[in-house]
């Protein structure tokens, strides 16, 4: 992981989240891998601790480094399936604090 990246991004306050972070370059946008470490999670329907991993989602967040520049960070959202309520959801998006 770059920690000019994190600086960049102003990920600052994220870095001890941050499992991944790769970047990119794709037709002149930059890509930004993005995933953050496993959180403890809790079924939001019934509270059931017994969550099983389903899988990755890619969720496209844009974010300007500067004018000149396009990138996009692709979030790695993880989906999860409640064992009791078998309901699915995702864990949440710590970055969505920015907005
Ligand atoms: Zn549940």
Redo the contacts with the bound molecule.
């Keep these: 992981m770059s920690y000019d990246t994190i600086n960049i991004l102003h990920l600052e306050q994220f870095k001890s989240k941050i499992e991944l972070l790769e970047t990119r370059l794709e037709r002149n946008v930059l890509i930004i891998e993005l995933k953050f470490y496993k959180q403890q999670i809790l079924?939001p329907?019934?509270g059931?601790a017994h969550i099983r991993f389903l899988e990755y989602k890619y969720k496209k967040i844009i974010h300007s480094i500067s004018t000149h520049e396009k990138s996009v960070i692709r979030w790695h959202m993880r989906r999860y399936q409640?064992k009791?309520?078998k309901?699915t959801f995702s864990e949440s998006n710590p970055l969505s604090r920015l907005k």
Excluded: G
């Design positions: 079924c329907i019934c059931s409640c009791l309520c309901k």
